[in-house]
C-alpha cells in the first residue's frame, strides 16, 4: 500500500471518527458573523478600482477629468447609479459625462462609496451636499448639513436657509429658521436682511417666536428694508405692518409712529394705527378684553414660554415682593412691586397674562383687588373694582375668565359667601353661598367647577370638599379628604385634584389625591417638608409647590412632583428667612432676563 492510499485510509478513519463524536453530543447550529468581511470587501474592492481591475463604467466631468468605477458597486449605494444603469441609454455604456457635478466632488462621492469615509470642509461643504442630493447619498447631504449648521451665525444664517430650503434640508431649515429668530435684530443689522424677499419677510415678522424685547423693534426693522429700495418696496408696507404688532406698543411710541411719511401715504397703515390708540384707550376701560387677531398677541421668543410670579414675606425690608421664577433654569428676577403686603390674598391668574391679587390686606381685611398685565413692556399693578365683602384668608378661582372669590374671613368672623367679577361688565356679584363657612381653604377648577377644599371654620379643621356649577349656580358635596386640611394647597394636573400639606393638630406634609371619574381620595408620596398655605402651581406636566410655613418657621424650599414616578424633588429658594405665599404660571415677561 503506498503512503498516499495510507493517508487516505487515516483521513477517512479520522473523519467518521469526529462525525460519531459530534453524534453522540448535543450540538446547537451556531450562526457566526464576521464583522470585518464587509470592510475588508469595501477596501479590496477600492483597491481593484485603482489598479482598474474590472472597471466598467467611467466618468467625465466638464472640465475632461476621468473617474472609474463598477456598475454594480456604485449602484448598490446609490439609487441615482441604480436609475442610471438599469433604465437610461447609460445602462449599455461605458463612458458617462457628467456635466452637473464638479469633478472634484464627484471624486469625493465615489471614493466616499469606496470608503464609508469623507473628508468635509467650509470650502466643498455647499456642493458636496448638492451633489449628494443628486446621487441621493443621504449620508453625506446629513453630515454636510450637521457641518453647515454648526457654522451659522448672524452674518450667513439667512444664506444658509436658503440654501437648506433650495435642497430641501429639512433639519438645517428648521435650525436655520429658528436662529434667526433667536437673533433677529442682530441679523437685521447685515445686508443679507436687506436682501430678503417680502414673503420671507412677512413670515419672519409674523411668527410668534420672533425674538424682540419691544415690538417697535420690529417697525424700525420692517422700516429699514422698505426704504433700502423704497420706490420698489412701498407696495408691500401695508402687507407688512398688518404683522407688526403696533396695539402692544406704549401711546407715545405710537404717536412718533404715526408721523413717519411713508404710513401717512397709505390708508391701510394708517388705519392699522388708529386701530392701535384705540385698543390702548380700552385696555384702560376693559383690561381683559384682547382681539383674537395677531397684531394683538404678545409675542412668546423663549424656548420656556412660562415662568411662575411668586408672591414672598421676607423677614427684612421690603417685608413683601414678587419674583418672576423659572423651573426650567432655576433662575428668578424681580418683578413688579406691590404695595401692600398680600399674604392672606388670594391669587388667580385669566390667560396666563392677567394676574389677580383679591383681598388679604395684612392686619386687616380687605375688599381691594389688584391685576397686573404681564404682557405689558412696562408691567405695573393697577387697582380693580372692590369686592363687595372683605375677605383674608379667602381661596380664589378662574372660571370662564371669570374671578370667583371663595369664603375666608372678615373683620366679624369667618364666611361662606362667595362672590364673582365678571369681566364682561366690569361688576362684582354674589352668587350661591357654600354650605359651611371656609377660611384657608384651596380652591381650583376642573371640567367648568370650582372646587372649595377642607379649610378651618369655627376653631376646627375640615376634610369636606364641594363643588359650586355656574350653570345651575349651585354647591354639591364630594368625597371628603382622608384627613381634616387647613391651609391646604392645591393644584389640579392630568384630570387629578392634589390636596398638599396643611395643618391638622400638626403641620402636613402628606397629599392626596381626588379622581373625579371615580370619586375616591387617594395618597401619594409625602413631601420632604410639612407645610401650611403653601403656593402651588402646575407647569409642563409637573407639580410646583412652594413656600408656607411650619411649626413656627417658614419654608424657603420649592418641591417638584413627577405623577410618573411618584416622587419628589427639591429645589432651595436661596434666600434665608423667605416665605413663598402664593404664585401663578403666567407667560414669560417682556422684562425677564
Known amino acids: 500500500m503506498s503512503v498516499k492510499e495510507m493517508d487516505t485510509i487515516q483521513a477517512l478513519f479520522c473523519e467518521n471518527n469526529l462525525k460519531q463524536v459530534l453524534t453522540s453530543k448535543e450540538c446547537e447550529p451556531t450562526n457566526f458573523r464576521n464583522n470585518s468581511h464587509s470592510a475588508r470587501i469595501l477596501v479590496d474592492l477600492q483597491s481593484l478600482r485603482k489598479n482598474e481591475v474590472l472597471c466598467d463604467i467611467r466618468f467625465e466631468a466638464d472640465d475632461g477629468k476621468i473617474i472609474i468605477g463598477h456598475k454594480n458597486v456604485l449602484m448598490a449605494a446609490s439609487p441615482y447609479f441604480r436609475a442610471m444603469f438599469s433604465n437610461f441609454d447609460e445602462s449599455n455604456k461605458d463612458l458617462v459625462t457628467i456635466r452637473e457635478l464638479d469633478s472634484n466632488i464627484l471624486q469625493l462621492l465615489v471614493d466616499y462609496i469606496y470608503t464609508g469615509e469623507i473628508m468635509v470642509t467650509k470650502e466643498n461643504v455647499q456642493a458636496l451636499l448638492s451633489a449628494a442630493n443628486v446621487l441621493q447619498l443621504d449620508y453625506v447631504n446629513d453630515i454636510c448639513a450637521e457641518f453647515l449648521q454648526k457654522q451659522v451665525d448672524s452674518s450667513n444664517c439667512i444664506r444658509i436657509k436658503a440654501f437648506a430650503d433650495l435642497h430641501n434640508c429639512t433639519k438645517l431649515l428648521s435650525s436655520s429658521e429658528a436662529y434667526i429668530k433667536q437673533n433677529f435684530l442682530e441679523v437685521a443689522k447685515g445686508e443679507d436682511f436687506l436682501s430678503l424677499s417680502s414673503e420671507d419677510l412677512v413670515k419672519l415678522i409674523s411668527s410668534n417666536d420672533l425674538a424682540v424685547p419691544f415690538e417697535e423693534k420690529v417697525f424700525e426693522c420692517v422700516m429699514k428694508w422698505v426704504k433700502h429700495d423704497s420706490d420698489h418696496r412701498i407696495d408691500f408696507l401695508s402687507k407688512l405692518m398688518e404683522h407688526v404688532r403696533l396695539p402692544l406698543l406704549k401711546p407715545d411710541i405710537l404717536f412718533n409712529i404715526s408721523k413717519e411719511p411713508l404710513l401717512s401715504n397709505s390708508s391701510k397703515c394708517h388705519d392699522y394705527i388708529i386701530e392701535s390708540f384705540y385698543f390702548n384707550h380700552q385696555k384702560c376701560v376693559q383690561p381683559f378684553t384682547i382681539p383674537k387677531t395677531i397684531r394683538f398677541k404678545p409675542r412668546q421668543f423663549d424656548g420656556s414660554q412660562k415662568v411662575i410670579l411668586m408672591f414672598n414675606e421676607s423677614d427684612t425690608s421690603p417685608k413683601c415682593y414678587t419674583e418672576w421664577y423659572d423651573p ?62 372683605s375677605r383674608r384668608l379667602l381661596g380664589v378661582g378662574i372660571l370662564n375668565d371669570c374671578i370667583y372669590a371663595v369664603g375666608g374671613r372678615d373683620d366679624t368672623g369667618l364666611l361662606n359667601s362667595v362672590e364673582v367679577f365678571d369681566v364682561s361688565i366690569k361688576k362684582w356679584q354674589m352668587v350661591s353661598s357654600m354650605s359651611i363657612t371656609r377660611s384657608s381653604l384651596g380652591v381650583c377648577v376642573f371640567n367648568n367647577h370650582l372646587y372649595a377644599v377642607g379649610g378651618a371654620s369655627n376653631g376646627r379643621s375640615l376634610k369636606s370638599v364641594e363643588y359650586y356649577d355656574p350653570t345651575l349656580d349651585a354647591w354639591t358635596p364630594v368625597a371628603d379628604m382622608s384627613i381634616c386640611r387647613n391651609g391646604v394647597g392645591v393644584g389640579v394636573l392630568d384630570g387629578l385634584i392634589y390636596a398638599i400639606g396643611g395643618y391638622n393638630k400638626e403641620y402636613l406634609k402628606s397629599v392626596e389625591v381626588y379622581n373625579p371619574n371615580n370619586g375616591v381620595w387617594s395618597y401619594i408620596a409625602d413631601m420632604h417638608f410639612s407645610r401650611y398655605r403653601p403656593g402651588v402651581a402646575v407647569l409642563d406636566g409637573f407639580l410646583y409647590v412652594f413656600g408656607g410655613e411650619r411649626e413656627s418657621s417658614i419654608v424657603d424650599t420649592i418641591e417638584v412632583y413627577d405623577p410618573n414616578t411618584n416622587t419628589w424633588t427639591m429645589e432651595t429658594l436661596s434666600r434665608d428667612g423667605v416665605r413663598a405665599y402664593g404664585g401663578v404660571v403666567v407667560d414669560r415677561p417682556h422684562d425677564y432676563h
Open 328 to 389: 426650567a433654569t432655576k433662575v428668578r428676577g424681580n418683578a413688579p412691586g406691590i404695595n401692600d403686603c398680600r399674604d392672606t390674598a388670594g391669587f388667580g391668574v385669566i390667560s396666563d397674562q392677567f394676574v389677580f391679587v383679591v383681598g388679604g390686606v395684612n392686619g386687616s381685611s380687605s375688599k381691594s383687588v389688584s391685576m397686573l398685565d404681564v404682557s405689558s413692556q412696562s408691567p405695573s399693578w393697577l387697582p380693580l373694582i372692590e369686592m363687595s365683602v
